[in-house]
């Protein structure tokens, strides 16, 4: 089990780009300032929910670990993409989403 921790998303910036988990009781937050979503994961019977695992055996490479050097855009539900478009349009740093800043374990979803 992944031990609690706080996470927020940097950003980046349109000349940075990469987004990544930070853990905030372990790197410094330029910024304390933050954007927050929360949303309804749907039917996760039939859609895979985006999420941070502790460990992500599958390919996907879901984990933390990975999260905390790069999240790619790509692979973001549209939602996703649109947070973080609209966060750094409005120059804030860090973005919340809870089912990528709260880990947990796939069991979890079902």
Sequence with gaps: MCEAQFL???VGTSQDPVLRLVETRHEI???PHYIAISHPWGNTDVYEAFVTLCDDES????DIARFKKAIPYDDLPKTFKDAVDSTRKL???YLW???ICITGSRWRLH
């Design 59 to 62: 390919d996907a490479g879901h």
């Design 97 to 99: 989403i809870d089912s």
């Design 8 to 10: 927020v998303i940097r």
């Design 29 to 31: 937050v330029q910024d």
């Design 91 to 93: 120059n804030v740093r």
